[in-house]
Nanobody
């Protein structure tokens, strides 16, 4: 089992920045691809970004490329999502996920955090 705990969400104005953190505990952290998803009210959960177990490869949704950056610190068992130039449409609950496979579908990931709210005001 892997436990994931997100933090860092909050309220920010358009154009502002936030950094989300996801702390992992339990089973070995290293072999897992880590990802961020988000879910806005009334919408399906959507892929935001992912990072390979080594940290050498990252993947991002087109909607966040150039604005969001995913990274991980193996020593701290933590993955981050740096979000810049935030827009009102980025408002959602952001979830951290871990899985042995890689992909943008929610069914790829085995473990999920409880989510952290990000609200971007216009």
């Amino acid at each position: 089992q892997v436990q994931l705990v997100e933090s860092g969400g909050g309220l920010v104005q358009t154009g502002g920045s936030l950094r989300l953190s996801c702390a992992a505990s339990g089973r070995t952290f290293s072999p897992y691809t880590m990802a961020w998803f988000r879910q806005a009210p009334g919408k399906e959960r959507e892929f935001v970004a992912a990072i390979s177990w080594s940290g050498s490869r990252t993947y991002g949704a087109d909607s966040v490329k150039g604005r969001f950056t995913i990274s991980r610190d193996g020593a701290k068992n933590t993955v981050y999502l740096q979000m810049n130039s935030l827009k009102p449409e980025d408002t959602a609950v952001y979830y951290c996920a871990a899985g042995v496979n890689r992909g943008s579908g929610t069914n790829v990931y085995d473990y999920w955090g409880q989510g952290t709210q990000v609200t971007v005001s216009s």
